[in-house]
Every structure is written in structure tokens, then in C-alpha cells.
């Protein structure tokens, strides 16, 4: 069994961890990105509906996370005065 398949048989199972507004889902087919989510059963929604006939590729959920966070507000941005090109 494929590992995309377990993580959705473990969500449908209820098995999944609680939702953090830093997490987003993202569906790739081999290599390539087809679509992204904030909720992961949502994720799996479109798995389902996801068009089999012509696969290519299989379907797997990868969790990322955003980086806004993990910035400083007052970040060094090469001392330039960019206020100058306005």
C-alpha cells in the first residue's frame, strides 16, 4: 500500500493531528504541484475526485508549512533606502 494511501485511510480513520494556521496540504503528482488546501480532508476530497483515467502519476499529500512567522518584521534588507523610489 502506498504511502499517500495510508496517510488517507489514517485521516479518514481520524488519525490526524490538530490543524495549525502555519500548515497547508499540498497534492502533487509526480513531482508536480495540482493543488493546495488548509484543511487536509479537504486535500483528500480532491484526491478522490482527482481524474484516474489518464494518471500519470501517483497522488500523495505532503504537508508544508508557511514561513511569514519565522521572519523578523525588521529584517536587514541591504541598507538601502527604499522608500527613495516611491
Known amino acids: 500500500m502506498s504511502g499517500w494511501r495510508k496517510s488517507c485511510i489514517a485521516l479518514q480513520k481520524g488519525m490526524v493531528g490538530s490543524m495549525s494556521k502555519d500548515i497547508f496540504y499540498q497534492v502533487m503528482q509526480g513531482g508536480n504541484g495540482v493543488g493546495f488546501f488548509r ?37 536587514y534588507d541591504g541598507g538601502v533606502n527604499w522608500d527613495s523610489w516611491k
Open 39 to 75: 484543511d487536509k480532508s479537504k486535500a483528500l476530497k480532491y484526491i478522490k475526485s482527482f481524474n484516474t483515467k489518464v494518471e500519470i502519476a501517483p497522488l500523495k499529500i505532503i504537508e508544508r508549512q508557511f514561513l511569514d512567522d519565522s521572519l523578523e518584521d525588521d529584517f
